[in-house]
């Protein structure tokens, strides 16, 4: 299993973001996936959820109206708009395809999101 999250940054608070997760090491198509973050010095929170087909979505109370998830079964590949961010969305983001607890080596490397002016 591996996952390679990309298109994190600096941007000022109000700025958007894309960040991309690509999944590869198990059928992609046959699992909802999950983003999560992690900001410095707490634990890693549940961020986002959608279904196998895309067509059902669930998000943390935090980010609802803010951020949209997507993925393309096609690319193995989920997405996660993030708009109208906050100071308090800084943190380094991961994409999961299990609930955790999970092993250790199944999380990717992440991509810090830094919402500062």
């Known amino acids: 299993v591996q996952f390679v999250e990309s298109g994190g940054g600096l941007v000022q608070p109000g700025g958007s973001l894309r960040l991309s997760c690509a999944a590869s090491?198990?059928?992609?198509?046959?699992?909802?996936m999950n983003w999560y973050r992690q900001a410095p010095g707490k634990e890693r929170e549940f961020v986002a959820r959608i279904t196998t087909t895309g067509r059902g979505t669930t998000y943390a109370d935090s980010v609802k109206g803010r951020f949209t998830i997507s993925r393309d079964n096609a690319k193995n590949t989920v997405y996660l708009q993030m708009n109208s961010l906050k100071p308090e969305d800084t943190a380094v983001y991961f994409c999961?395809?299990?609930?955790?607890?999970?092993?250790?080596?199944?999380w990717g490397q992440g991509t810090r999101v830094t919402v500062s002016s």
């Open positions: 090491g198990f059928i992609f198509s046959s699992y909802a």
């Open positions: 999961m395809h299990l609930t955790p607890p999970v092993r250790a080596d199944y």
